[in-house]
């Protein structure tokens, strides 16, 4: 590695994190019958993908067509480190390079007439991504999550072929390199990855929003963002649901849906979804759910961390078609000329910076380990606050630190 000033004032740092860290298959192969290893809401089916891969650490020019022999490469289980680091004293360089994974699988037979996505929730740093041997496109970024449509593409009879291209080199072209900021990205597809089938018309994405909490009588807005074919006679019904028990509910009528462009997908009979932003202010994708003031509702605040869950249904004439959830708590959280206000209250904030590398396998780390790291900050170090440093982190930790 060449000498660099900029990288020479961060070595300290970057010595320090090379060093440091807080301390069953679903899919088929195949042959295999597939199930879904979580409850697979109404009308769709999540179906991890996490075993089943073959991964050599190159380039392989031929190894996006279906009849490639890929008997010769490693087999390995995701979340995936490209190579394993020494625990100090290593060269950025020893992880930076171009590798190639496949994976094999046959269709379930619930995904026909309906639609299927490939999710992606982390790969370092861009993905190029193949199914039987059709180029879906790169996604540019190691930290977000990412999905490809695989529909027209799938084949009911035999084998798919799924083929992911992954440069972890340092580029200009992607954040956060370019001698600007200084991280330690390490290399792989180092999240989990599921295949998502969802119906023609589906729930593309749920936001709820809290209102006025801290009044004798909050209220709710939930809004659910449709997608895919236009349809009639559609029906959005919400839940809130406290400790298993339903406690509110609400429906709203779809008076209109987005009208598909055909010149967003590789195929006109399969327009790619919507994806809308919240602050849209007439979104056509968006449909918002009102729940009347609610009673008896309990805040979330760091002692009490009280935690509802919102059902969403996608129906028509009384047949569910799709369903979603999100969950969340009722809190107001601010910061005033005091201190940081929890629900009114000044609280004083205890914490410290998160990074999501650890020993060896820079990034690469299951659930049940970004788990543990979130109770180690909240029970053993007793923090009521964590900086994310500096990027979205793996939803097992973030949905644990409580």
Known sequence: ?????????????????????????????????????EPAAQGRLILPINRGWRYT????????????????????????????????NFDDARY??????????RTPSASRGKRAFVDFEGAMTASTVWINGVL?????GGYTPFSFELTPHLHFSGNNVLVVQLDSTERS????FGNVVDYLTFGGIYREVALRIVPT??????????????????SLEVDCFLAGAAAEG????????????PIAHATQAVAHLPAPNANDSADPKYPAPVHASMETIHDPARHTIAFEPLDDI???????PHLYTVNVRLSKEGHALDEDSRRFGFREAMFTDHGFSLNGKILKLRGLDRHQTFPFVGQAMPARVQRQDAKILRRQLHCNIVRTSHYPQSRHFSGRLR
């Open 298 to 304: 309990q805040l979330w605040d760091v002692d009490h």
């Open 1 to 37: 590695m060449q000498w660099n000033p900029r990288r020479n004032e961060l070595m300290d740092r970057r010595s320090f994190l090379k060093t440091t860290s807080t301390a069953v298959a679903a899919f088929a192969m195949p042959n295999t019958s597939v199930r879904a290893t």
């Open 136 to 140: 879906l496109g790169e996604y540019k």
């Open 173 to 176: 072209d992607i954040p956060p």
């Open 96 to 105: 930076e390079f171009l590798a190639t994974y496949r994976r094999m699988f």
């Open 234 to 245: 559609l029906m959005l019904e919400a839940q809130l649901i406290h400790e298993g028990k």
């Open 201 to 218: 018309t589906w729930i593309d994405n749920v936001f709820v929003r809290p209102i006025n909490v801290l009044s004798a009588k909050p």
């Open 57 to 88: 650490p190159h380039k392989v020019e031929a190894a996006h067509a279906p009849s490639f022999d890929d008997s010769q490469f490693e087999r390995v289980v995701l979340p995936h480190a490209n190579t394993r680091v020494p625990w100090h």
